[in-house]
């Protein structure tokens, strides 16, 4: 890039969403230190569930409870505060009232935030990634990616990276995001696509042989995307081709690996279609042991739009030819 159009880049703005538990401070641990990009901002985000007191007039009693919880969320954000300055990051503490989810998902929006950093905890308490946890919901309504962290069992990072790979548009972004962060981390990259076996069952034997080799055709073609971004910035990348249950494999393959992320995207046409509750990448999010960042299919239309209107220069990878 041209050093007089330096001025004109983008600043990285990260949303980490904090209740104050010590899950919301691993994710925050593991969000700053991952994700500590040049000229970045984070905004600690806590949010006061007041959803329970609906349209009820507030007593002082509950005015009270919520003068508690703001104190509680002025905590959990200085928490996140603390260790963004440390890292010498810019960074801002907001709490808000309302919905957890669509506030954390709003404010995103409104600040034109590039990545959503949650915990896997929800008002259960259980350290998963549940449907109806406050961390489903925002992965379900953002348009951005997310990365969802649970507390992890080994503090040790190994600096290594795994992208699930297949032909999508969805895959794409993953892939440009996966590489990017493993660029500032001098991270490894592990390349995986998963063949389902499941055609097996639904052909016959005749047809079956052929529709192996062409899934094996479009594996090849997803990991060697993904051996080219990496080694155009000189991101050292292994590639694998498997087959199985895809969540399973992938699931598998990363606790074999000992990788610090999975990246994967999130597949469908628009909105909620994007990740239902039987896709990959939720599956993989509710089981994964490490943290999993999910990127929807349409961040880049979004992202393009909102910096062309901006009059920013659009910093996203230039389209390839079948999509021109």
């Known amino acids: ?31 700053i230190e991952t994700l500590r990009f040049e000229g970045a901002k984070v905004y600690a985000v806590y949010v006061i569930d007041t959803g329970s007191y609906g349209s009820v007039p507030i007593d002082e009693k509950k005015f009270k409870k919520i003068e508690q919880l703001e104190e509680i969320g002025h905590k959990a954000t200085s928490y996140v505060e603390e260790k963004a300055k440390a890292a010498e990051m810019e960074v801002e503490s907001i709490v808000l009232k309302g919905n957890p989810a669509e506030e954390i998902v709003d404010f995103a929006e409104e600040q034109r935030v590039d990545m959503i950093v949650v915990g896997s905890l929800g008002k259960s308490g259980i350290e998963r990634f549940m449907l109806g946890t406050v ?37 794409e972004k993953a892939v440009d995001f996966g590489i990017e962060i493993a660029k500032l981390n001098g991270a490894k990259v592990y390349a995986v696509h998963v063949i389902d076996p499941i055609f097996n069952d639904l052909m016959e034997e005749a047809w079956a042989a052929n529709a192996y080799e062409q899934f094996k055709k479009i594996g090849r073609e997803a990991i060697s995307y993904v051996e080219e971004k990496a080694k155009a910035v000189g991101v050292k990348v292994e590639s694998s081709v498997l087959e199985g249950n895809p969540a399973e494999e992938i699931v598998d393959f990363a606790e074999e690996q000992k990788v610090d992320m999975i990246v994967v995207g999130s597949l469908g046409k628009s909105g909620y279609e994007q990740f239902s509750i039987g896709s990959v990448s939720a599956k993989v999010l509710r089981n994964a042991k490490v943290p999993v960042l999910v990127v929807h299919d349409i961040y880049e239309f979004v992202e393009l739009f909102r910096r062309c209107q901006k009059g920013e220069e659009v910093l996203a990878p230039a389209m390839s030819e079948k999509e021109q």
Not at 4 to 22: H, M, V, Y
Not at 150 to 158: A, M, N, T, V, Y
């Open 135 to 171: 961390s489903e919901k925002v992965v379900r309504r953002a348009k951005i990616p997310v990365l969802v962290v649970r507390k992890q069992k080994e503090e040790k990072l190994h600096k290594q990276i795994l992208i699930a790979a297949d032909c999508s548009k969805a895959t």
């Open 1 to 31: 890039m041209e050093g007089g159009n330096e001025k004109f880049k983008p600043q990285r703005k990260i949303l980490i969403a904090t209740d104050g538990s010590e899950a919301s401070e691993k994710a925050a641990d593991f969000g």
